[in-house]
T-cell receptor, first 116, second 109 residues
Framework: GAVVSQHPSWVICKSGTSVKIECRSL??????MFWYRQFPKQSLMLMAT?????????EQGVEKDKFLINHASLTLSTLTVTSAHPEDSSFYIC????????????FGPGTRLTVT | GIQVEQSPPDLILQEGANSTLRCNFS?????LQWFHQNPWGQLINLFY???GTKQNGRLSATTVATERYSLLYISSSQTTDSGVYFC???????????FGDGTTLTVKP
């Protein structure tokens, strides 16, 4: 149990275009999902907390208008990178809280974004 | 916010050796998890351990919350244990996790 999927697993896009990444909890409901960014050989940095049915909470320094987050259902959150630029190239990972009241997170496999 | 320090940053072992990874945190925590990030980037849950001791096969973990540290033990290491090990903590009422910088483990055959 507690499986989280992400789609796509990798994407290459041209500078100026937008890219949508989906995060799904497959066998549980997730009121809260989290989006992280990871640069090569670095740790995970939390970008935002996504709550079903409400606006996401962004970490300091993360541009809300650039990284649009929508948590439309208890099993789906999406991250849209708008007007992508090469500096947005990174590994994006989502996680979900299993809602068992223990705050135990399970992670998706990640999406590698390359902006050319 | 809460600070999380992991040590050592890098560790190279011969297959069959044992190792201990450490995670120190600067404040009280509600939750603590250990993860293994494999070469493809997937984070694999190892332990959910806000306090106490747990064991799963060759791995075990201990968290002493009052002294603000957690230890991950790997016994009889195998080459497949290679990767980055992360400790992630949720500070009191934080509602989100803070990750340490990780320990990169290389197990040589």
């Amino acid at each position: 149990g507690a499986v989280v999927s992400q789609h796509p697993s990798w994407v290459i896009c041209k500078s100026g275009t937008s890219v949508k990444i989906e995060c799904r909890s497959l066998d549980f409901q997730a009121t809260t999902m989290f989006w992280y960014r990871q640069f090569p050989k670095q740790s995970l940095m939390l970008m935002a907390t996504s709550n079903e049915g409400s606006k996401a909470t962004y970490e300091q320094g993360v541009e809300k208008d650039k990284f649009l987050i929508n948590h439309a259902s208890l099993t789906l959150s999406t991250l849209t990178v708008t007007s992508a630029h090469p500096e947005d190239s990174s590994f994006y990972i989502c996680s979900a809280d299993t809602d068992r009241g223990t705050f135990e997170q399970y992670f998706g496999p990640g999406t590698r974004l390359t902006v050319t | 916010g809460i600070q999380v320090e992991q040590s050592p940053p890098d560790l190279i072992l011969q297959e069959g050796a044992n190792s201990t990874l450490r995670c120190n945190f600067s404040d009280s925590v509600n939750n603590l998890q250990w993860f293994h990030q494999n070469p493809w980037g997937q984070l694999i849950n190892l332990f959910y351990i806000p306090s106490g001791t747990k064991q799963n096969g060759r791995l075990s973990a201990t968290t002493v919350a009052t002294e603000r540290y957690s230890l991950l033990y790997i016994s009889s290491s195998q080459t497949t244990d290679s990767g980055v090990y992360f400790c992630a903590v949720e500070g009191a009422n934080a509602g989100k996790s803070t990750f340490g910088d990780g320990t990169t483990l290389t197990v040589k055959p």
